[in-house]
T-cell receptor, first 109, second 118 residues
């Protein structure tokens, strides 16, 4: 079967750094997406990794290791508006997205 | 430009009734996806269109669910004989077509339709 694992919930402090991990087991791999979803809203795109390594985009960075079936999303200089769910999704061999359940990130002042 | 739009934003229906949910994708996006999302879960894939045809409908839970995209743009998700378990947020997303070289494009999501079956 196909499986995406992420922590259910994490808490961090405003101004700090947090790393959200994602491990996956899928039938094939054609890339990994991270999406942000605020409560009651649709998911919005954050990052896409298809090769191993780190992709940096402002305060957000995403890392991929295909051999380990592992990715993380790193958020720096946390702001209150970063409180949201963060969804990891893998593109499988049929080019369909397999979604994790999401990690709810709570930012405290 | 305009994003993905979905109507209605909320739909309350009685068990056993028929409902239609509409999605209007971003112009130029030939790929269109329907998902279902329950509270605290990630989106659950239902069906994927490439142009007018359903390229993958393996996620439709049973034959009460059907979707069409007759002109390759607007899509309608149809649910017959609704059940309370169908209550969820139904998300539509669109993207550029999947590339044969393996490139994957980000999906742009609409605001969703919250379906409540009473």
């Amino acid at each position: 079967g196909q499986n995406i694992d992420q922590p259910t919930e994490m808490t961090a402090t405003e101004g700090a750094i947090v790393q959200i991990n994602c491990t996956y087991q899928t039938s094939g791999f054609n890339g990994l997406f991270w999406y942000q979803q605020h409560a009651g809203e649709a998911p919005t795109f954050l990052s896409y990794n298809v090769l191993d390594g780190l992709e940096e985009k402002g305060r957000f960075s995403s890392f991929l290791s295909r051999s380990k079936g592992y990715s993380y999303l790193l958020l720096k200089e946390l702001q209150m508006k970063d409180s949201a769910s963060y969804l990891c999704a893998v593109v499988d061999s049929n080019y369909q997205l397999i979604w994790g359940a999401g990690t709810k990130l709570i930012i405290k002042p | 430009g305009a994003g993905v739009s979905q109507t209605p934003s909320n739909k309350v229906t009685e068990k056993g009734k028929y409902v239609e949910l509409r999605c209007d994708p971003i112009s130029g996006h030939t790929a269109l996806y329907w998902y279902r999302q329950s509270l605290g879960q990630g989106p659950e894939f239902l069906i994927y269109f490439q142009g007018t045809g359903a390229a993958d409908d393996s996620g439709l839970p049973n034959d009460r669910f059907f979707a069409v995209r007759p002109e390759g743009s607007v899509s309608t998700l149809k649910i017959q004989r609704t059940e309370r378990g169908d209550s969820a947020v139904y998300l539509c997303a669109s993207s550029f077509p999947v590339s044969g070289s393996g490139a994957s494009y980000e999906q742009y999501f609409g605001p969703g339709t919250r379906l409540t079956v009473t």
